[in-house]
Nanobody, 122 residues
Framework: QVDLVESGGGLAQSGGSLRLSCAAS????????MGWYRQRPGKERELVAQ???????NIADAAKGRFTISRDNAKNTVYLQTNSLKPEDTAVYYC????????????????WGQGTLVTVSS
């Protein structure tokens, strides 16, 4: 089982920055792709950014040029640096991680964080 602990959310002014962190811990063999999703008020959950073990990234159009995703494989932690924040970035941000439970199992399991609220004031 993998537990995710998110931190870094809060209140920011328009144009400001926040850095979100998500640390994975528990009983697992390896961590695969890590990412961030968000759910804005009245909207469905959407992808913000993903990063593979080797560092390849997939960034949503709404985040390109403003948000950066990175990871520390030694710490099993993924980060989301959010810059030039806009009021429309206000959302609950969820960490998402794929992992292998054991060396013998190839199946990737998925786990979600509890979410961290980011509020951007105009």
């Amino acid at each position: 089982q993998v537990d995710l602990v998110e931190s870094g959310g809060g209140l920011a002014q328009s144009g400001g920055s926040l850095r979100l962190s998500c640390a994975a811990s528990g009983n697992f063999f390896s961590i695969s792709t890590m990412g961030w999703y968000r759910q804005r008020p009245g909207k469905e959950r959407e992808l913000v950014a993903q990063i593979t073990t080797s560092g390849n990234t997939n960034i949503a159009d709404a985040a390109k040029g403003r948000f950066t995703i990175s990871r520390d494989n030694a710490k099993n932690t993924v980060y989301l640096q959010t810059n030039s924040l806009k009021p429309e970035d206000t959302a609950v941000y969820y960490c998402n991680v794929f992992y292998r439970r054991s060396q013998a199992e190839q199946l990737l399991l998925e786990v979600w964080g509890q979410g961290t609220l980011v509020t951007v004031s105009s």
